[in-house]
């Protein structure tokens, strides 16, 4: 079953990761853990959820390239690495859905998501779980 709200969700997940300052990436060394989901959640909106992230990051990060190189006047910038920084987004993403779905029930986090997600979001960039790593993790890491 597709949920209608889910891109919403990530939409003010992205935007409530980008007014605290923070980068996304994560550390593809991060193994899944089983899911033990709440009421409501499913496969279907693990991955939607995961999906949505990763693409609510993506596409913020390309623009965010292509504004920067031209603040900086290259004409010609190198190609934005998108296979790299998807890979680096990704399990980020999924550690990030997998701890909302093991922790409350669907329903509940769609209604309150901005408060509910914000301690794992800060406790990731924090170095804690869902970590940022690969390759905007090498970028944040020389800022």
Same mark, same amino acid.
Request: with cysteine; charged share 15%; proline share 8%.
């Given at each position: #079953?597709r949920?209608?709200? $889910?891109?919403?969700v ?6 409530l990761v ?9 550390d $593809?060394? %991060?193994e ?5 989901p ?5 496969d ?8 949505g992230?990763?693409e609510g990051?993506?596409?913020?990060a390309r623009r965010d390239y ?13 190609? &934005?690495?998108e296979?790299?920084v998807?890979a680096s987004?990704?399990p980020m ?6 701890? &909302? ?7 509940? &986090? ?8 914000q301690?794992?979001i800060r406790?990731? #960039? ?7 790593g690969? %390759?905007?993790g ?5 800022k």
């Open positions: #079953m949920n209608r709200r $889910s891109p919403r990530w939409g003010t997940l992205v935007v980008g007014a605290s300052g923070i980068a996304i990436a994560t $593809s060394t %991060i899944p853990t089983p899911v033990q709440k009421d409501g959640w499913s279907a909106h693990i991955a939607e959820f995961t999906t992230c990763i990051i993506l596409a913020p292509f504004a920067r190189a031209a603040e900086v006047g290259d004409q010609n910038p190198k190609p &934005f690495p296979t790299e998807r987004i990704a993403c999924l550690c990030l859905t997998r701890r &909302f779905a093991q922790t409350w029930a669907f329903s509940e &986090f769609i209604e309150n998501h901005e408060t509910l997600s301690p794992f406790e990731a #960039m924090g170095g804690g779980q869902c970590k940022p690969g %390759i905007l090498a970028v944040l890491q020389k």
